[in-house]
């Protein structure tokens, strides 16, 4: 098996481990022995366990951040305009669609994004949460476009659509009582009702 081979399926292993039992239950022993690799040779590709965990946060996070990435990129070129010609409505249905999609392929491992029990630290609470402000930030831009906030309010706004998406996408996975269209049609109804509200031409805040 090649290195790169070796250090995926470690990836793999650990990202298992993580979601389910949390960084604290899991030993780089345990990941070895899932792995079926040796501690030296687990070392030579993680330092530490906190490297290894680090990890596999960014590689998840890399993997929200390329769905969001290509949902804001279809909003934007679809051919479906809204009456009003704005890319709002598609802009907060993508994210939501992207978040919901996300967790459903992702599985318990999306945990790792949202519900890590490694925040004490600021550095690694960054990186824990670096795919979900990379997510907040494209969606800001996307409502200064449309309301003409300044950036400071567009932002919060931002971050408050990415937990609601976030919120809204794990109960789904976690209950099933809602198909996936369903949820992602109901969450985007409720977020560009509050959206829609803050353009300028419905007298939204100057």
């Known amino acids: 098996m090649s290195r790169d081979d070796r250090r995926a399926q470690v990836l793999t292993v650990a990202q298992e481990l993580f979601a389910r039992e949390g960084f604290h239950h899991v030993s780089m022993d345990d990941i070895a022995v899932r792995a079926e690799v040796s501690k030296p040779v687990l070392y030579r590709h993680f330092p530490s366990k906190l490297d290894l965990y680090l990890a596999v946060v960014d590689h998840r996070g890399e993997a929200l951040v390329a769905a969001v990435d290509a949902a804001l990129a279809r909003a934007e070129t679809d051919d479906d305009q809204p009456a009003d010609g704005s890319t709002t409505p598609r802009v907060v249905r993508a ?112």
């Open 95 to 206: 994210l939501v669609g992207a978040y919901v999609a996300f967790v459903e392929d992702a599985g318990d491992s999306s945990s790792l994004l949202f519900e890590s029990d490694v925040t004490h630290d600021d550095a690694v609470r960054a990186r824990v949460e670096s795919a979900s402000d990379q997510a907040a930030r494209a969606i800001s831009r996307g409502l200064r476009d449309a309301t003409g906030l300044p950036s400071a309010h567009a932002d919060l706004l931002a971050a408050a659509l990415v937990g609601m998406a976030q919120v809204a996408a794990t109960h789904r996975y976690r209950s099933r009582d809602v198909a996936v269209d369903e949820a992602v049609e109901l969450v985007s109804r409720l977020a560009w009702g509050g959206v829609s509200g803050l353009r300028p031409a419905e007298g939204g805040p100057s």
